[in-house]
């Protein structure tokens, strides 16, 4: 019975369509803490693989150095 219902599951459109979700729930987000002096605390997001931008440097825009 059990390899007939994995067979089943794996032929059929609408199963392999509404898989059910297998992690638990994210919960609440947390509030980040207010800083106590400027610039005590910083965060930066990387992003990569961003397609060329019309033969500007991908990495600074074309401005130059980031730093």
């Known amino acids: ?3 007939f219902v994995q067979e089943y ?3 059929c459109a609408t199963c392999q369509k509404m898989k059910s979700e297998t992690l638990a729930p ?4 947390q509030p980040l803490s207010i800083p106590c002096l400027v610039w005590v605390d910083s965060l ?11 033969g500007k440097d ?8 980031l730093l």
Do not use: V, W, Y
């Open 44 to 54: 930066l997001d990387f992003i990569e693989g961003l397609p060329s931008s019309h």
């Open 9 to 11: 599951i794996q032929q």
């Open 58 to 65: 991908k990495n600074t825009g074309g401005r130059g150095s």
């Open 1 to 3: 019975m059990h390899k």
């Open 26 to 29: 994210a919960g609440l987000l």
